[in-house]
């Protein structure tokens, strides 16, 4: 079995979004996929209904890191007016599985990980944004209580400190040649990493590459 992600999202309350921002809001969906296939690898996207979208991500291993880059992605192009009241956001469900059916359409593909992602999708409760469902129950189990700890650190994240980790978890850099590519002095980029707890959030990320790993070479 080869091991694929799928992620399902929903943005977050799209129809308060005011109809001239709508179109800026699903263009910053669409740019987070370019730099994710830019700097990660090739996924494939489909928006429906909207405000809805799926994601395939072929290489697993991605798939949580790509799953919080989406968020933050639609989170670091909030208009201005809109940062202190509700940050631009997407809930997402990643499952983890086979994908048994391939058509020219991911609405119309199946196999495990759809069904994964699908049923983790339904339970996601009304304040959560982010949820892992693999094959495996023990997994599950180990990674139930990390993401909720993920998803409240995720939320707690100030504007500029959701531009800096959001290109930190993208590019390939050090510390140094990233607060170059943003213009900002190397002590405030590790200030703004270190006060948001980004080393958590790549433990936990790491945690799920190493998993994947693991199991994509015993199947």
């Known amino acids: 079995m080869h091991i694929q992600g799928v992620i399902t999202g929903d943005i977050v309350d799209s129809t308060k979004v005011e109809s001239n921002k709508r179109t800026e809001l699903l263009l910053a969906l669409k740019e987070t996929i370019a730099d994710i296939r830019q700097h990660i690898g ?10 809805s979208f799926q994601i395939i991500i072929p290489d697993s291993v991605n798939a949580l890191r790509i799953a919080i880059l989406i968020r933050l992605g639609l989170q670091r192009k909030t208009p201005n007016e809109n940062i202190r009241s509700q940050k631009w956001d ?17 609405l119309v593909s199946d196999g495990e990980a759809f ?16 949820i892992v469902n693999t094959p495996w129950i023990e997994i599950n189990n180990e990674l139930e209580v990390s993401t909720k700890f993920a998803d409240i650190l995720i939320n707690s994240w100030s504007y500029l400190q959701i531009e800096v980790i959001y290109h930190y978890l993208l590019r390939k850099m050090t510390q140094k040649e ?14 703004r990493i270190v006060n948001a707890k980004v080393e958590a959030i ?13 199991k994509d070479g015993v199947e």
């Open 178 to 191: 990233l607060a170059k590519v943003l213009n900002l002095s190397p002590q405030t980029l590790n200030k």
């Open 115 to 130: 069904r994964n992602s699908g049923r983790a999708f339904d339970k996601l409760g009304r304040n959560d944004f982010l």
């Open 202 to 214: 790549e433990k936990y990320i790491a945690r799920f590459e190493e998993i994947i790993k693991e």
């Open 42 to 51: 090739v996924v494939e996207f489909e928006i429906y209904r909207g405000d």
């Open 90 to 106: 997407a809930r997402i469900s990643l499952g983890i599985g086979d994908i048994s059916f391939s058509a020219s359409s991911i």
